[in-house]
């Protein structure tokens, strides 16, 4: 499967293309334009999608086959297709998009300082064990004097440098591949919530936008399910759509699962009582969207300190490794 388009090439794909359709311009002719003024992947895909419609492929149909966009996507672009308010929906996604982008980058900022601090550190850290510590070494060895156990094991790093440097890169590529599993980031506390919540605000949206234009609530879901990146979540759904083809509301099916609190299924009996289920939907992903925002807030918040503790007991395994044998030396003289 192709990479899809990142946040940003999607908020100015989707944004841009809209505007032409609004200006009067074909959907053909938009394509062409936009693949002529786009660089690299995306403008050969582009181009490959206007040859596909010129063959009588539908919009959404030629981006799904070029892996431009999510599954769940592309299915608000087939039904915008069929409804013919393409130009609209393609705003809504853009909207979407962008506020997913909005929050990337609050985190991405908030990771900068903490990041580059610890790097500098790693290389102070390093520094002081491979070229100033061994200075030490070698004076204390000429008084055979006995080592503290902290020092003896800061001596120990360079001699297993590999080890350590491997068990760095080991422990980042399991961190890296961990934190990109969405049901893995849900188990960790305050990232979890944040998840949760996004996960929840990007299903909320998109089922509003399906319901709105006539789809079934049970199929609306199901063509959600398979664009999941949440194993866990994904069987969730599928036991809650059991329970509401046996019979059960729409309100009582999604209580009886935590992940949907009480606000959600609030809004959900709301809309299934009023008629306005589409319109409560998207009411709940709105609320999701700004707990998930407040929550990325919170946690950016935590970073420094934690960064800060870091590089402080790194600096103090340096220090007290250098200290304690002197001051074990005077106290033996004295």
């Not at 944004?15 to 062409?32: D, E, P, R, T, Y």
């Not at 490959?48 to 919009?59: D, H, K, M, R």
């Not at 299903?203 to 879901?221: D, E, M, P």
């Not at 959900?268 to 009411?283: F, H, I, P, R, Y």
Request: net charge positive.
């Amino acid at each position: 499967m192709r990479r899809s388009l990142s946040l940003l090439e999607s908020v100015l794909f989707c944004k841009q293309l809209a505007s032409l359709l609004k200006a009067g311009i074909q959907l053909n002719s938009a394509l062409k334009f936009l693949s002529s003024q786009s660089k690299g992947r995306l403008k050969e895909d582009l181009k490959v999608v206007s040859s596909q419609l010129e063959q009588g492929i539908s919009f959404a149909d030629a981006i799904y086959s070029r892996g431009l966009f999510s599954k769940e996507i592309v299915n608000m672009f087939k039904i915008a297709e069929k409804n013919a308010f393409l130009d609209e929906t393609l705003i809504r996604i853009s909207d979407l998009f962008e506020r997913k982008y909005k929050l990337y980058q609050t985190l991405k900022k908030s990771l900068v300082y903490p990041c580059v601090v610890l790097i500098a550190s790693l290389f102070s850290f390093f520094g002081m064990i491979f070229f100033v510590l061994p200075t030490y070494s070698d004076l204390f060895s000429d008084f055979n004097f006995h080592l503290p156990i902290i020092t003896r094991f800061a001596m120990l790093i360079p001699s297993y440098s590999w080890l350590f440097l491997c068990l760095l890169f080991t422990l980042f590529l399991v961190a890296y591949k961990s934190f990109r599993n969405a049901d893995f980031c849900m188990k960790i506390p305050i990232i979890g919530k944040i998840k949760a919540n996004s996960l929840m605000s990007d299903f909320c949206y998109t089922l509003s936008y399906q319901l709105k234009n006539g789809v079934s609530f049970v199929i609306a879901v199901n063509s959600l399910i398979d664009g999941l990146d949440s194993g866990q979540f994904k069987m969730r759904l599928v036991v809650i759509i059991e329970k509401i083809k046996k019979g059960s509301s729409l309100s009582s099916a999604f209580s009886s699962d935590k992940l949907f609190d009480g606000l959600f299924t609030q809004l959900v009996a709301v809309g299934e009582e009023s008629g306005k289920l589409g319109e409560m939907l998207w009411e709940a992903g709105e609320s999701f969207a700004q707990e998930a925002e407040y929550g990325l807030k919170n946690f950016t918040s935590y970073i420094e300190p934690v960064a800060t503790l870091f590089v402080g007991g790194m600096v103090a395994f340096v220090a007290l490794s250098m200290i304690l044998p002197l001051f074990s030396m005077v106290n033996s003289l004295l």
